[in-house]
């Protein structure tokens, strides 16, 4: 069945007809970010693949420490990306082993915003040699999510009953 009206319950049949009208709404909400999200760590280059890879981990628990030292909570700082890749180089279409490179990237989540530059510093000052990325946002965005699309709904319920009037 189909009621014109959500509100009315009866068991009446109403006309359905072919026609029909999509409304989209918009809602925005505005905020100012109040952390970041730094991708920072090692790369590590050796011609032996174990020393590679020790002395990333070890250059990376270093920076790791010193994150924490600067109250930066563990579960703020989480491996984001780790590989090893063989490197060659080449010579006059010869392929050579040069060696491998090892990284260990680190997402780090920094709260209040105006601790990144010191952050950053520090993870420098521990062994980090790569900075990636950093992104301002903001923690919590379900919230302002759902109140921009409260609005959303509120601007299509507008619209739709504009056009209702207008159509009679």
Partial sequence: MYYANPNIRSHSQVRQTDYSILVTGDG???VEP???????????EDSNLQKAQRENAESTNNIIQALLQENIPRHHI?????????????????QIFRGYRVTNLLEVIIEPI???GLTIDTAVAYGANTVRN??????????YYLEALQKAVENTQIKASII????G
């Fill in 134 to 143: 950093i992104q301002l946002t903001v923690a919590n965005q379900d919230r």
């Fill in 114 to 116: 105006d601790k990144v």
């Fill in 34 to 44: 109040n952390q970041a999200v730094v991708t920072l760590g090692v790369i590590t």
């Fill in 28 to 30: 925005t909400v505005s």
């Fill in 164 to 167: 209702a009037q207008d159509l």
């Fill in 78 to 94: 989480q491996t984001y990306d780790y590989r090893m890749d063989i490197q060659y180089d080449y010579d006059e279409g010869i």
